[in-house]
């Protein structure tokens, strides 16, 4: 089983970030004032899906007394979400289900037919900006006028495709990317749950590497926790972590502050033949270049950096204005572009780099 299910989040507390959301959700099932619809947006992977399951267990958990927000998870109304076993929590993933006809089916003749065995009858939509417009004013009806007892939730990464008449009827959520400290803290418990140790340096890459997906942070995690049984450093991790230089980066950087062009070309070269993935490196690139921004605006402490690449990029930050930062760093958000519409990748990321060595004072 993939880590991410496995460690599938079965209570609000366990859901990484989100801190708002959960508050008011945990609040309105305490209170028992519950809106009809919601609407989570906000990027993949963040606990929009994870939350909107919580939730419709917390609802219904038979066990759960005045004051407490979380479900149980193992009466016998959990234990039938959990498995799949009730007909009155529907999944449905717009993304296959964009005809009028499937909606209607689905949605309407489900909501319309009574619970079977829960207080509650949750729909809960993922992808709904993929309905078709015709599909969205079925479900327009239903909420407009909803049947009792039924909730639906809607999930989706793309909000301005859904129609404002959809929103305003829902109660809506803007999920956020996990930060960075939020993240690591579930990614120890994992760890230590699993009964290994990761090096701090380690955690670092994963962070970085998932930005704010919290589903792409735990598989990342689990590919390098198959990797030994205990202890697993830097080295080993690089086997499984996209391959980019950290060390090399910091040269480049340090070639493009001094203007050495000759010396920053071979260092291109050095990477090429070292196997590295260029788009990892341009994007490492800009990420130390937006930490340099913080540190040159005095917001240093906010930069997530492991100890050593951070001396370093202070070190950096006395050498380059922050004119010259944002100069480098347009060069290289232009050539991420330009890598994802050439096959010869290596030509953009040179002109990028060419560019910063020969920039205007
Ligand atoms: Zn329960």
Redesign the pocket.
Known sequence: MSLYRKYRPLTFAAIAGQGHIKRTLENEIIRDELAHAYIFSGPRAVGKTSTARVFA?ALN????VAEQSE?????D??TAILQNRTLDIIEIDAASHTGVDNVRENIIAAARVAKTMLPYKVFIIDEVHMLSTSAFNALLKLLEEPPSSVIFILATTEIQKVPATIISRCQRFDFMRITPADMKARLMMIVKQEEKTLDESVYDDIIRLSDGCQRDAESLLGQILALHDTKIDAQLASLVLPHSNRQLIAKLLDAIAARKTDEAISLIDAMIADGVDIETVVNDTIEDLRSLLRIQSGAGDTVQEAKSVRESLEELSKKLSSLEVLMIADYFAQCLQDIRLFAHIQLPFEIAVVKSCLRAQ
């Open positions: 267990r958990c038979s066990t759960r479900p149980c998870n193992s009466c109304r959990c």
